[in-house]
């Protein structure tokens, strides 16, 4: 009889864990980069069932196995490539490939795939909220003007116009100023990878070249990548989740009454 508790208590408890999660991946549906978490539920004391005799319990049979508790496992996160949103904002990049955006922050290097940049108050590109935008180089990067373009490899580049007095006459010369390039790193193993609020995900692995020479992984311009949530399944999971939710609900207060008759009805018998 008190089995049914643990069992529909944990199922409650990981139900509302598994709301939690998709809640959460509704509410950044809308939020660039962002990567879909799914969790995982496992069984807890397994035990094994035996058949034996009622009078003799030699040569028990084996019949099952059983458990008492189920519990949320874990949270996967599925880094699959988003979809591609036109912007023409000029402090909005998108990566196509694998590969992270590296940004300075209080507690050091994070990483992320929201490439919905803006500029701070002194100059330097900076993902709002979190930290500093860094170069190739490990440092901020400044932007001066606003007549930029970037390429596919992620170097930010201005063209100014000097115009010089000879012998007078006037010659514009054309000068191109970099302002530094995009630093884009990977890991080898994404699975060590440590979740943040704000879609930010930090590590302690070694950073590997993203490919941006050989043409895997590309930056582009004026462009985000949207969420890899999928509006249509996570409300098919949540309405699915919310059903086993409240069906354990009401089989546990049937446990309930049912105890409470045994104690007060039974009881005095």
């Given at each position: 009889?008190?089995?049914?508790?643990?069992?529909?208590?944990?199922?409650?408890?990981t139900q509302s864990?598994?709301?939690?999660?998709?809640?959460?991946?509704?509410?950044?549906?809308?939020?660039?980069g962002y990567k879909q978490d799914t969790m995982v539920s496992t069984t807890f004391q397994e035990e094994m069932l035996y058949r034996t005799g009622r009078t003799s319990k030699?040569?028990?049979?084996?019949?099952?196995?059983?458990?008492?508790?189920?519990?949320?496992?874990?949270t996967y996160v599925n880094y699959e490539q988003g979809g591609f949103e036109v912007t023409d904002g000029i402090?909005?990049?998108?990566?196509?490939?694998?590969?992270?955006?590296?940004?300075?922050?209080?507690?050091?290097?994070?990483?992320?795939?929201?490439?919905?940049?803006?500029?701070?108050?002194?100059?330097?590109?900076?993902?709002?909220?979190?930290?500093?935008?860094l170069s190739t180089e490990n440092q901020?990067?400044?932007?001066?003007?606003?007549?930029?373009s970037v390429d596919s490899r992620g170097n930010i580049t201005v063209s100014l116009l000097r115009t010089g007095e000879e012998e007078d006459s006037y010659e514009e010369e054309q000068e191109v100023q970099q302002?530094?390039?995009?630093?884009?790193?990977?890991?080898?193993?994404?699975?060590?990878?440590?979740?943040?609020?704000?879609?930010i995900f930090s590590t302690g692995?070694?950073?590997?070249?993203?490919?941006?020479?050989?043409?895997?992984?590309?930056?582009?311009?004026?462009?985000?990548?949207?969420?890899n949530v999928n509006m249509v399944n996570e409300m098919t999971a949540m309405m699915s989740s919310q059903r086993a939710l409240q069906g354990a609900a009401q089989a546990l207060k049937m446990y309930d009454q049912i105890m409470s008759k045994s104690v007060?009805?039974?009881?005095?018998l």
């Open positions: 009889m008190y089995d049914g508790f643990y069992k529909l208590a944990s199922g409650m408890l864990r598994n709301l939690n999660v998709i809640g959460n991946n509704m509410v950044n549906v809308q939020t660039p030699a040569n028990p049979e084996p019949l099952a196995t059983t458990s008492r508790i189920k519990a949320a496992d874990r402090f909005d990049f998108a990566l196509s490939g694998n590969g992270f955006f590296c940004i300075q922050t209080a507690g050091g290097e994070r990483y992320t795939r929201n490439g919905a940049f803006a500029v701070d108050n002194e100059g330097y590109l900076e993902l709002p909220g979190i930290g500093r935008v901020p990067i400044r932007i001066e003007s606003e007549d930029f302002y530094g390039a995009l630093k884009v790193v990977d890991f080898a193993d994404y699975n060590q990878l440590q979740r943040e609020d704000n879609g692995q070694a950073q590997l070249p993203a490919g941006l020479n050989g043409g895997e992984t590309k930056i582009i311009w004026q462009t985000l990548e949207k969420s007060t009805d039974i009881g005095r």
